[in-house]
Every structure is written in structure tokens, then in C-alpha cells.
């Protein structure tokens, strides 16, 4: 695309215009017929213009007396006026089509972008060239869609209002026509030459950019403005802002500098050739080949003729150009639909089940050099409390994301009872699952809207949800209670806290009629009051659910019916609390070093 010169634009442009038509149409048949059809019939309408123009000069040059010749001019002037204003007219409903499809084209295409990358797979998102292809396609070939669509209507436009013109120097003489070709090679040259460098250093910015937006994000949002001050970053970040945003002025003065000089040299070369076209057109004039009337109306056709064409390159230049970021969405469309979870069978998932069995699952991450799981295999019964633990990065999450079907493992089963989770249909799985992360999102909406997460309302089910998480205190010292809005960002918006948030998450959990709950180190910021009480829930909400739990509290997985110890992504062991103590393994020794941190805390710290 980088390497792109005026040839290969032109190859392009019929797929890019196949292509943007083809969104168009989808996104309203209507207006793009209308801004087709309008513009091609005003083209129609140039061309007899023209054609009737030269009558009009033929009846003025002709001999006689001044006034009848002026007589004779008028039904060709009628027949001049009418053509112009019915093309007024059609030109003018052609735009208003136009307008109007431009937000329809840009919603459909980010409708769709959105529509994939919300059911692509998980795993997607740890693939960097998925997400610099979705930062692109998002950040700049949406808004480009619009273009694209709205430069190919223009493009095709000019085409017609050139080829109107050349239609008719062709029909008033056929040595006529390739004089218009030669005014328009130098100014084409340059639109393209400009556009490729435009691209060039969009490229070339494309990670200086990411980083502005991160350091702009860093500096200016709310977030973390708290640390910005704690650790005195402002001189750091201001100079890393410096560094990044002098790169990027640099390439773009450069940008500007050769894109000025290429600009120059269009004009200069648009300017000779069109000295010599009339000097080409005196000497058929000279020559007797045309007459006067013909060389006036060529001389209007000409003019008529390089003002479409200077309008067309210019729309052929940016369609050119923004058909390069929109061909970055459909590259993006196309890769991400590839990443789309095949519904082989599209099976629907059993109701519950009576054993979820991981057997001998192996789980690598995208990029990784280490496996995050290795031939795990782990076995819960309906009903049960199913405890994970381990150290840090031991592989419980990635175990846990597996049993909920939102990672698939690269070996190995996990079912329920007889059905493989990869054969099963992924959305209506995960409805019969509910998941609460340890990195939950602290979405930007109300309590209510956070809790029900577009689950049918039942405010019943919501105040259980809640005070079964504990929230309910949190909610009823927000003062708008279940509408508070929970984002500080927007008007009368609240900020909770980590334990706060980490209630509003479990009263997720809790509200979802899931099989299956799978809770991911829930307390992780509870004060240890809430932590007892949520477990003491967890274990009393359960009846009829299994739950998964990943906990680093091990006091609180005593009442576990079974506990699995994850190592290095491995099962070191597993059994009940009674039995792990027993077996003097890595759970007895991470038990004993917690037991022990709380009793000898207060002789240490006498
Ligand atoms: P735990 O929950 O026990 O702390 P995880 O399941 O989160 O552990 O992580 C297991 C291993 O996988 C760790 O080595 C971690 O660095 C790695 N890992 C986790 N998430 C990703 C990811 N999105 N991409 C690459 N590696 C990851």
C-alpha cells in the first residue's frame, strides 16, 4: 500500500468503488440510487448543454445582421437554460441523497465493526495485530467509511462531467478529445503523490499517536491524576509528551514541505499544458479544420471539462486515500470474522449438569513462551463449592475462563456430563454461566443497569442480589439508591470503592440464574467483616448452584467440598481442607504461613 503509485490507484479504485457502493447500498437503496441516478442524468444534461451551446455560437457567427442572428441564437438558448436547470435540479437532489446516506454508511459500518468484535474469541484480544488492526479500523476506517461511499458518488460524478464534455468535443470534432487528457495528467500526478505521503507518515505516526493517547490519558483523566501527583510524575510525562510530539511535528513539517513541492509542480505543469492546448486549438483553427463556433464551444467544453476533471482527481486523491484506511476496516472485518468461534453443530447446551469435568486441558495464551495450564484435569459435582488456589499466575483463572467455555483449550476436554464445551454454542452456554472476574469492569451506568447487566428486570430478585452481596448499605448510602449512576465522570455520578465495587460485582454474580457461578478472588478488597459474610452467602446461595471459587483467603475455603492447588499450571494436589492439611503439601505449608502470619502479628509486633 506504502509502495502504491498513480497505476496501481487507478487498478484499485474500481474494487474500492465496488466496495463502498456495496455498503452503501446495504445501508440505504434508496438515497444511493438516488445520488447514482441524479448525478449520471446531469451529466446527461452537460453534454446536450454543450452541444446546443455551439448551435447558440453557430447561429451568433454566422453572417447577417446582428439582430437576426441573435434571433436565430434564442431557441438554442432555451433549449441551454433548460438543460442547465434541469441539471440544477438533479444535481441538487443527488446532494441531498448524498447527505443524507453519509451518517447512515458510518453507522452501519461501526454497527458491524462492533457486531464483530463483540462475538469474536477471547483470546483475539491478546493478539497484537488484532488489536493495532482494530484500532485502526476503528479509530480512522469507520469515520472513513463515509468518505469512502461519498468520494466514489463524487468521483463517479466528475467522471460523468468529464466524459459529458469530452462526449461533445468529440462529437464537434474527434481531435478535440485527447486535448482535455493532456490538461489533466500533471494535476493528477500530484493528488496522488500527496496522498501516498499523507499515508506514509500516517503510518509511519501510527505508534507515536498511541502513545500520545496514552500519555493524554495518563495526564488528563481523572484516574490516575491521584498518582500523577503522589509520585510526582508531571516532569516525567510531560517530557515523554515532548519527546513523542516532537517526532510527530517533524514528520509532518517533512510531510508538508515535499507535499507543498509536489503541489508547486502539479500547477506548473497544469499550466503549460493547457498553453498548449489552445495553442493546439489556434492551430486547428488556423488550419481550417474547426470552425470558430466549434472552437468557442470547445474552448467552454475544455474549461467545462477541467473543472470536473480538477474536481474528479481531487476526489479520485481522497478517495484514494481514505480507501487506504477504509481498506484497513475491511481487512480488519475480514480478519476479525476469521476469529469468530466456529458453532460447528450450534448445539444447544444441556440445562445444567450433574459433573463439569476438565480432562487433562493444556492452555497457552497468544504469544506466550510458557503454557498457562498443563494436562489439568479437575472434576466438579453439581451442587458442590469447588475452591482453586495457588500463587500468583498458578493458572486459576485461565482454569476458571476455561469451565465458563470462554477460552477453548488447545488440548484436551472440558464437558458437561457427555458434551464437549467446544461443540456447544457459545452464547447460549455462557447464559447458564455466570462469571465474576477479578478484573471486573466498573461499568459507566447505574447500579441498577450494573447489577441486572441486560438481564430482564425483576426488582424482587435484584434486592435479594444485592443484599446477598452486601450491597445493599452501599446502595442505600448512594441517595438515588438502584439509579445512581455510578461514574464520577458524568453529572451526579458516584465513585465507589474497591470493596464497593467488588459487592455491586458478587450481586452480578448472585442475580444471574447460572448452573454455574464461577467467583474470582471476590474479596479480594472486602474488609475481613464482608469477606466472612460473602463466603458465609456464597456457601448458603449455592444450594442447587456449583460454584467455582479462586480465593488467596484459605481460612474461607475450609468449608470447600473440594479444593484444587494449582502450581506452575499444574494440579499439585487436591482433596478436601482435612485432607490437604493431612498430606503436608503446598496447601498445608501456604495454610500453616497464613495461620501463622495472624498469630505471631501481634508477638512481632510487641
Ligand atoms: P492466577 O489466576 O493463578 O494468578 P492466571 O491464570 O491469571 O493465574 O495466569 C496464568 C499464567 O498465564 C501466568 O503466567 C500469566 O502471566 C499468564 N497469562 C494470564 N493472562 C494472560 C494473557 N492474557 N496473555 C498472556 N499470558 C497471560
Known sequence: MLATGLGTMVRRLPALAMAAGGLAWRANPRDTAIALGGNLLAGFFTAFGLLATSDVL???FAAGPTPDRVRDAVPGLVVVMAAAALRGVLLAAARWAQARLKPQVERHAERRLFELTTRVELTAFDDHDFHNGMRRARDNGV???????????????????????????????????????????PAGWAAVRTARMRYQAFYRLSAARRRKFMLSDLMAERQPAAEVRAFTLREFLLGEYDRVADLEQDVQLDVARRQAGAEAAGDLLTGVATAAVYCALGGLLAAGVIPLAVAGAAVLAIRTGQASLTTMIQNMNRLYESGLYFGDYLAFCDLAATRIPPSPTAVAPPEGFTRLTADRVSFTYPGADRPALTEVSATVERGEVVALVGENGSGKTTLAKLLAGLYHPDSGTVRWDGADLATIDGDALRERISVIAQDHTRWPLTVRENIVMGRPLDEERLVHAAAAAGADRVIDELGQGYDALLDRRFRGGHDLSGGQWQRIAAARGFYRDATLVIFDEPTSALD???????????????????????????ASVRFADRIYVLDHGRVAEHGTHTELLASGGLYADLYELQASAYQNAPQEAL
Open 528 to 554: 475481613a467483616r464482608a469477606e466472612h459474610a460473602l463466603f458465609d452467602r456464597i456457601r448458603r446461595h449455592a444450594h442447587g448452584r456449583t460454584v467455582v471459587l479462586i480465593t488467596h483467603r484459605l
Open 58 to 60: 453557430a447561429s451568433l
Open 143 to 185: 469515520p472513513d467509511t463515509a468518505t469512502v461511499v461519498e468520494t466514489t458518488i463524487s468521483v463517479l460524478t466528475g467522471a460523468v462531467g468529464v466524459a459529458a464534455p469530452a462526449v461533445a468535443l468529440g462529437l464537434l470534432h474527434p481531435l478535440l478529445m485527447p486535448l482535455l487528457l493532456v490538461t489533466a495528467l
